[in-house]
């Protein structure tokens, strides 16, 4: 069955950086659109990154020029690299597996599997 586990959360300090990863299993990860969504406490989830099955890369407004999503299909592994984090980034991070290899347009609908979330905290 399909599994994903994110690692790589972490306390730091505004401005600093972190990078997530997210291990899928389960599944042929070269194929699927993944994600990065992330949930604070008290909000809705929302989406933060995806990347379709050939690369292409989408983000939030809220996170672009800053995080940056990539993929290594050899190692079935995702990744988020988040620069110059603010305190407004504090949240528990997911990663998710889509339906198809190209990532939804317009919206951050159509994702199926996620994983248990790694949490990030940004201090100010």
């Known amino acids: 069955q399909v599994q994903l586990v994110e690692s790589g959360g972490g306390s730091v300090q505004a401005g600093g950086s972190l990078r997530l990863s997210c291990k899928a299993s389960g599944y042929t990860y070269s194929n699927y659109c993944m994600g990065w969504f992330r949930q604070a406490p008290g909000k809705e989830r929302e989406g933060v990154a995806a990347?379709?099955?050939?690369?292409?890369?989408t983000y939030a407004d809220s996170v672009k020029g800053r995080f940056s999503i990539s993929k290594d299909n050899a190692k079935n592994t995702l990744y988020l690299q988040m620069n110059s984090l603010k305190s407004e980034d504090t949240a528990t991070y997911y990663c998710?597996?889509?339906?198809?290899?190209?990532?939804?347009?317009?919206?951050?609908?159509?994702?199926?599997?996620w994983g248990q979330g790694t949490q990030v905290t940004v201090s100010s």
């Open positions: 998710a597996k889509g339906l198809i290899g190209l990532c939804p347009r317009g919206s951050w609908n159509g994702f199926l599997n």
């Open positions: 990347i379709d099955s050939t690369g292409g890369p």
